[in-house]
């Protein structure tokens, strides 16, 4: 059984740090993407950040230059670490990972981003 155990998420000041993990656990068949989304209260569930297995990078454009995603293959987790959090990124944040045909998401962490 597959599952995605997310953490990191929290209550931050804005201008501070915060960084995500989440770990894929079970069997995946060849991993393609693994990546971060996030949805505000009456938003819609948004791409935050993705990142291939062969190293190549997608970013919202709100998060671009303070949100980097990496990716320890060898451990399946992938990290969002964002920076200069502001007011607006305060959403529920998931984990989303995709090989093959299977596709699974995590069960969210709440990032409150105080101002």
């Known amino acids: 059984q597959v599952q995605l155990v997310e953490s990191g998420g929290g209550l931050v000041q804005a201008g501070g740090s915060l960084r995500l993990s989440c770990a894929a656990s079970?069997?995946?068949?060849?991993?393609?993407?693994m990546g971060w989304y996030r949805q505000a209260p009456g938003k819609q569930r948004e791409l935050v950040a993705t990142?291939?297995?062969?190293?190549?990078?997608n970013y919202a454009d709100s998060v671009k230059g303070r949100f980097t995603i990496s990716r320890d293959n060898a451990k399946n987790t992938v990290y969002l670490q964002m920076n200069s959090l502001k007011p607006e990124d305060t959403a529920v944040y998931y984990c989303?990972?995709?090989?093959?045909?299977?596709?699974?998401w995590g069960q969210g962490t709440q990032v409150t981003v105080s101002s």
């Open positions: 989303r990972v995709v090989g093959g045909p299977q596709n699974f």
């Open positions: 079970g069997i995946i068949f060849r991993i393609n993407v």
């Open positions: 990142r291939t297995s062969g190293g190549s990078t």
